[in-house]
């Protein structure tokens, strides 16, 4: 795929949705940093359901310790996974409110640091909460990437580091949002919306469906 094809992708992708977010609730770099943590193997409406009771009750890390691992698990016990979720949770605010004065840190390195906390979800708060151009490649955007041609690669990685390179500048803020909600709804898993889709006719994917 050539950088001119890229480029009308993503400007396709831009004029049907020009201004992409997350589709998880939050109203600090702290919400956002649980609730993708929650996210994990998990439907975003699902952990919108339990952080909407969770963050009026404890929205910060030292509010969050106190209510303790068993008082979270309360919280998100409909979540997949929640007995370890509520443990990194619990882990990475000790962490914030020890070393990083109970702020979300701007930091690759420093968020990687925090418990349930790897590459995917530092990328995503980097860019969501802030505004950094990073691209957390999930199942999605591994799909995507590879079926289209945009990027392809055998490791999330991989995918990553193509994007990188290969996403025009301009639209490097916004990328990993157009191609999640793309994977979602549209390039689905199993049978693409081939014909609803905006940029079928850019798209290399040679089992297109009709």
């Known amino acids: 795929m050539n950088q001119q094809k890229r480029h009308e992708i993503f400007s396709r992708l831009q004029a049907n949705n020009p201004t992409p977010t997350t589709e998880l609730n939050y109203s600090t770099p702290f919400e956002l940093l649980v609730a993708v943590t929650l996210s994990a193997q998990a439907t975003d409406k699902g952990v919108n359901k339990a952080t909407t009771k ?70 995503v708060i980097l860019n969501t909460a802030f505004g950094q ?34 996403v025009p500048e301009e639209f490097k803020q916004d990328a990993h949002h157009w191609l999640i909600l793309h994977g979602r709804y549209t390039c689905v898993a199993r049978k693409p919306r081939c014909g609803s889709c905006v ?8 089992k297109k469906e009709h």
Not at 133 to 162: W, Y
Not at 199 to 206: A, M, S, V
């Open 54 to 123: 969770l963050f009026q009750v404890a929205n910060t890390p030292q509010a969050i310790l106190d209510l303790g691992e068993e008082g979270l698990k309360e919280y998100i016990k409909t979540i997949g996974l929640f007995n370890s979720k509520a443990k990194h949770v619990i882990q990475a605010c000790r962490i914030l409110v020890e070393q990083h004065n109970s702020e979300v840190p701007e930091d690759r390195a420093a968020l990687e640091a925090l418990h349930g906390v790897g590459r995917k979800t530092a990328n």
């Open 133 to 166: 151009p990073t691209i957390a490649v999930d199942t999605h955007i591994f799909r995507v990437a590879n079926r289209t041609r945009i990027a392809s690669g055998k490791t999330v990685l991989e995918v990553e580091k193509r994007l990188m390179k290969f």
């Open 199 to 206: 940029i079928e006719d850019l798209c290399e994917y040679k």
